[in-house]
C-alpha cells in the first residue's frame, strides 16, 4: 500500500483509490432511482465506485438492487442514502446486512 505525505504535516494518508478499493479515483454520482444496479456495476468494472441511488425504494427494493449488482461485480459498490427518507433506519439497516 503506498502512502502520500501531505505537505503540511508527516502523518502518512493513504490515496483516494486504496480507501476506496478501487482502479481509478471515480465516483458515480447517486441519482434517485435513475443509479441501479446496472448503472452502480458498470462504474465499478470500469475501475471507479460505483454508487445506487436509492431515493424513494423500499427496503426490499433496496435489497433487490444491492443483490444485483453484486451478481453483476465483485468489485466496490456504495449506496446513497437521503437521511430525510421515513424508512430511513430500515434502508440502513438493508445496506449493513448486505454487507455494503
Same mark, same amino acid.
Do not use: H, P
Given at each position: 500500500m503506498s502512502h502520500v505525505l501531505t505537505k503540511r504535516s508527516t502523518?502518512?494518508?493513504p490515496t483516494v483509490i486504496e480507501i476506496l478499493g478501487t482502479k481509478y479515483p471515480i465516483i458515480c454520482g447517486a441519482m434517485?432511482?435513475?443509479t441501479t444496479h446496472e448503472i452502480a456495476a458498470a462504474?465499478?468494472?470500469a475501475g471507479g465506485l460505483g454508487i445506487l441511488g436509492a431515493g424513494g425504494w423500499s427496503a426490499d427494493q #433496496?435489497? /433487490?438492487e444491492?443483490?444485483?449488482t453484486k451478481a453483476m461485480t465483485h468489485k466496490p459498490f456504495g449506496v446513497n442514502?437521503?437521511?430525510q427518507m421515513d424508512n430511513i433506519s430500515e #434502508?440502513? /439497516?438493508v445496506v449493513i446486512e448486505e454487507g455494503v
Open positions: 502523518y502518512i494518508i434517485a432511482r435513475i462504474v465499478s468494472e #433496496l435489497r /433487490d444491492i443483490r444485483q442514502l437521503m437521511l #434502508l440502513v /439497516d
